[in-house]
């Protein structure tokens, strides 16, 4: 990551210098680290947080739609380090056009659910998920009900 796109009170942070080489921006609000993560690494950043820094604990996955702005979606990851209570806030761009990233199931299992909720609601692919299927909608619901522009108003009768 360039120095330039991290803050000077950040730079010494030692969870923003171990994912430096696969961040593109940092940030520190809500009393919160944020860090944005190139999509195509984003299973290697959480085995990182995971098993080098200690969040043991993935509590979300979620997804945003910032339509009509391209890339359209940020899929969100909420991390605890449960010995440091340390909380931590990864995030990856995804595009309108093909969204879909990387199943993060192979480093947290409970990751499963999370990705299968925001599928299904964001219409966000997860590859290599393990079943990655509709969890609240039913199987023959059309679209995606979180997307800003899914229709508010269904079919009058």
């Known amino acids: 990551m360039a120095q330039a796109m991290i803050p000077e009170n950040l730079q010494q942070d030692p969870v923003v210098a171990a994912l430096a080489d696969l961040a593109t921006t940092a940030k520190f609000e809500f009393n919160e680290l944020t860090i944005e993560i190139d999509t195509a690494k984003i299973v290697e950043a ?3 947080v995971k098993h080098k820094l200690g969040f043991e604990r993935l509590t979300s996955v979620t997804g945003v ?10 899929v969100v990851y909420h991390l605890q380090a ?11 761009r995804v595009s309108g056009q093909t969204p879909q990233i990387e199943s993060v199931t192979s480093v947290y299992r409970g990751a499963d659910w999370y990705e299968r909720e925001t599928f299904d609601l964001f219409g966000i692919t997860f590859l290599n998920h393990p079943d990655l299927r509709r969890i609240m909608m039913p199987e023959d619901w059309e ?3 979180l997307r800003k522009d899914y229709p508010i108003t269904g079919t009058r009768y």
Request: charged share 35%; glycine share 12%.
């Open 46 to 48: 959480l085995g990182r």
């Open 143 to 145: 679209g995606h009900p």
């Open 82 to 92: 449960l010995a440091g209570k340390q909380r931590l806030r990864l995030k990856a």
């Open 65 to 74: 739609d910032k339509f009509p702005a391209e890339p359209r979606f940020e």
